[in-house]
């Protein structure tokens, strides 16, 4: 029996806000895994739910980090980055998502 499609929805797009491009994510990708920027207030459940309707992968189990903002100066003035959170996404053996092309 084959699993029902799941429904793709507004929130799904703005759970998964980018992909992370960089060579430490795109060394895990060969390994079966995927990282995304997401909102602080997404939950792993939601970001499963995303990535499977999303891109039509099978997703093994998720990861969440929360990183704080740097505290940082420009000329003389003090100021704070933002704070994010992104998740990493390993993937059903065999899945995968490939964002490098296009580019």
Not at 7 to 17: F, I, N, R
Not at 41 to 51: G, L
Not at 89 to 99: H, P, S, W
Request: proline share 3%; hydrophobic share 35%.
């Amino acid at each position: 029996m084959s699993k029902p499609e799941i429904k793709v929805t507004e929130k799904m797009y703005d759970t998964l806000l980018r992909p992370v491009i960089t060579e430490k994510a795109m060394k895990s990708s060969e390994n079966g895994q995927v990282t995304f920027h997401i909102p602080l207030t997404a939950t792993k459940t939601e970001v499963k739910a995303a990535v499977e309707a999303l891109f039509g992968v099978k997703v093994k189990s998720v990861n969440t980090v929360r990183v704080g903002g740097k505290t940082k100066r420009f000329r003389g003035q003090i100021g704070k980055r933002s704070d994010f959170k992104k998740a990493i996404v390993t993937l059903a053996e065999g899945q995968n998502i490939d964002f490098t092309t296009g580019v």
